[in-house]
Structures are given as structure tokens and as C-alpha cells.
């Protein structure tokens, strides 16, 4: 059943700017989160970029496994935002402490099999014939990072937490703090410094395992604050109700899986690239590092979309929230077309921060025109994902980003990259150009699926009940 003309019109006389203030109240906090949390991937790429283009693409192929089983699993913690936010929306907020102790029995099972992946990662790299020094960095990046995964997979339940309770400030301060420590201890393990072991490429991931540490020490610290205590989380001990962690499940592993079909064909890709040159991977490593940081604001919008989405659906305001959920889908595009244009003219200079080498910076500096294309489509794509799952919309999400990165984007860009029908073979040029046609086909069924779902009380009222 469509919401009503009347509904409409309130709507609508809120206007733009009042709900792009408090998207943006709730949205820079997650924002600077997110560019922090980029920032650190940023440090390690570039650090060991200077210390040879060998350990940086062994950080890259290492992170090419990290990073999609992360997002997998962490993902389904993720569930806890909308269901906090929703749960705040109806003044339910004390009803939200067996869902996050729920949520955190989850984080258990979800950091052993992160743990488990990247501990066995080397096996996937001998299989794709890949260079032995870069598969040397890779694997010892992975084996020092992996002794930080059960920290930070707790972290970040918590942190979902608290941004769904409408404090995104913590989570902020803390990934700020945590972000020079990450530089320190790069340069002290990469090059041997302060009395540390010189480990090249392999200590960014040493560094981090600290550094993911030092993040739930200080999480554990906010969550005794008055805001996260009324949730009545601490107030007793529960063991697994597998009722409930069905329900975080049902919501959060379309989240899940949504992020790792996204990040894992990435992956894919880079190891794809791996086997055709050390030179096109590293090239191809600084490019998706630029593509995140420009992705940082449009997925930080989506997530305080989320956010307002999911209040306003608990509260039966159901105008204002697909009003919230406009707003911030027409903010995102109007943000990735400034930012195509600014990738272009200063490509040349972005892509020199990373390496010196002439034949990365060459090949770089002509991809940040690809990717100039591609974020208009991800990040609007990114901030649609976010109002959607304000509305625990996430199981058709999840189908649509199977059909346009694995059916689409990755088969198209494996043909333009290899060479078909007569044409000349396009190399790393052709899986960019792959992934820019499959996003495109997602970002429009995504804001189609929101402007159906926006309008639908039924369904609303039955994703709501989930």
C-alpha cells in the first residue's frame, strides 16, 4: 500500500536543508570514522610502497583476502544499526541489550573463521602462480594480523552499536587516536626502527594487529558510558539464544554477503591483475586505494541514512523517512560529480603520493580516469545500500549486487581485460572499465528497489516486524 498524499506533503514541507543538517550531524562523525579506519589502509599502502613496489602489491594481495571476509562477517553485526535505531525510534531503546549480547556471542564464531581464512591464504596465492617475494609479504602481513582480528571484530559490533544509537562520536575519537599510532608503528616495523626488526611490507601488518588492540581497549571504555548502559547490555549474563541470533542473522548476513560480493570481486580482480605484472598491480592497488577515500563520505551518508531511516520507521513516520532517505541519495550524486571532476585535473598529484616508480605513476595516472566514472556510480549505489537498510531492506540488495558484480562486472571486465571478438586486450584498463558497467546496472536497480520500498507501508510494516 502506498503512503498517502498527506504523508507526501509533510514530506515535503520539511525541505531539503533541515534533514541534510541532521544527516550531516549524525553522518560526519561516521564519516571521519570511516576516512580514519581509510586512512590507516592508506598509511600501509603507501609506506610500503616506499619501501619497494614488491611490498606494496604484498599488502595489496594480502588485504585481497583480509578484506572481503571481514566485511563478510563483520557485516552481520552490522544489523545491529537499524535494529538500535528502530528500537530507539519506538522509545524501545532498553529492549536493545539482548540483541547486542546476541550480537557479541556472534562475534566468537565470525573472528575464528576471519582468522581461519587469512591464516590459510597462502595456499590460494601458490595456486594463481603468483610472484614468490610478493606471496612472501602477503603471508606475513596476513600471520601478524591475524592476532588482532578477535579485537577488532568486537570492536566494531560495539561501534555499530553505538552509531545506532546515535552517538557516532565515540567511535570517531577513537579511530582518530588510533590513527598516528598506525604510523608509528608502521615506520618502526617496516624499516626497523626504535629497536624493532626491519620487516618491510610484512610490519603494516604487526602494526595493526596493535593497533586493533589499543581500538577495543578504548571501546570498552565508551561502552560503560550512560548512553550505551541504558541499553541494559551489562545487566545480566545470557548464553546464546539462537531465536535471536536467527533474527540478527536473517537481517545482517545479506549485509554481510552484500559487502563481500562487493569486496571480494575486488579482490578477485587484484589477483587477476597480479598475475598479468607486478607494475599493473601496484598501478592497479593505488587507484582502488583513491577510489575508497573518495567512497568514504557517500557510504558514511548511507550509513546516517541508516540511521534516520530506521528512527523514523520506529517511530511510524514513515514521510520523513523516505524524505531522509532523498535527501541523502541526492546529496551523494551531487558529491561524486564534484569529485569526478577534481580526479581529473589533479590525477598526476594524487597518484605521486603513493609511489615514485615512472611506470606506476604512468599507468596509475591513467586509471584515475576510470575511476573518475566508477565513483559517480558507487558511491550513489553506497548511499542507496544505506537507506535501504534503514529500512532492513537487505535480502534483494544483496541479490541485485550478485547479478552486477559477479554475472556482469566480472566476466565483462575478464573479456575486455584478455581481449574478445577481434578487439586488442585492454589489460587492467578492461577490469575497470568491467566494473563500471556492472556498477552502473546496480546503482539503478538499488535506487528503483528504494523508491518502490519508500512507498510501500506493507512493506515496510513487514521488514520492520523481522
Sequence with gaps: MALNAATDRASIRRGLGPEFNELFRLGWPMMATQFFIMATGFLDTVMAGRYSATDLAGVAIGGSVLWPMFMLFTGITMALTPIVAQLRGANRVADAGARIRQGLWMT???????????????????????????????????????????????????RHTAEGLGKPRAPMLIAAAVLPLNAFLNYAFIYGEFGAPELGGVGCGWATAVVFWVEIALMLVVVRQPFFRITGVWEKFAWPDWREIGRLTRIGLPIGLSSFLEMAVYSVIGLLVGRIGTIELAAHS??????????????????????????????????????????????????????????????????????????????????????????????????????????????????????????????????????????????????????????????????????????NEQRISGLAAS
Design 108 to 158: 566468537v564464531v565470525t573472528s575464528l573463521l576471519i582468522t581461519l581464512a587469512v591464516k590459510n591464504a597462502e595456499t590460494l596465492y601458490l595456486w594463481l602462480d603468483l610472484d614468490p617475494e610478493v606471496i612472501r609479504v602477503a603471508v606475513g602481513y596476513l600471520d601478524g594480523l591475524a592476532w588482532g582480528i578477535p579485537a577488532v571484530v568486537v570492536y566494531v559490533a560495539l
Design 286 to 455: 593505488i587507484a582502488g586505494n583513491v577510489n575508497w577515500l573518495t567512497y568514504v563520505l557517500p557510504m558514511s551518508l548511507g550509513a546516517a541514512a541508516s540511521i534516520r531511516v530506521g528512527y523514523f520507521v520506529g517511530s511510524n513516520d514513515l514521510g520523513a523517512a523516505r524524505h531522509a532517505a532523498g535527501v541523502a541519495v541526492r546529496f551523494s550524486l551531487g558529491y561524486a560529480l564534484v569529485v569526478s571532476l577534481l580526479l581529473v585535473v589533479f590525477r598526476m598529484l594524487l597518484v605521486s603520493v603513493y609511489t615514485t616508480d615512472p611506470d606506476v605513476l604512468e599507468m596509475a595516472a591513467n586509471l584515475m580516469l576510470f575511476i573518475a566514472i566508477y565513483q559517480i556510480v558507487d558511491d550513489t549505489q553506497a548511499t542507496t545500500v544505506g537507506a535501504l537498510r534503514g529500512y532492513k531492506d537487505t535480502r534483494v540488495p544483496m541479490v541485485f549486487g550478485l547479478i552486477g558484480y559477479w554475472l556482469l562486472a566480472l566476466p565483462l571486465g575478464s573479456m575486455l581485460a584478455l581481449g574478445f571478438a577481434g578487439f586488442e586486450p585492454m589489460g587492467v584498463y578492461g577490469y575497470w572499465t568491467g566494473m563500471t558497467i556492472g556498477l552502473f546496472v546496480v546503482a539503478v536497480a538499488m535506487m528503483i528497489r528504494l523508491w518502490r520500498t519508500s512507498q
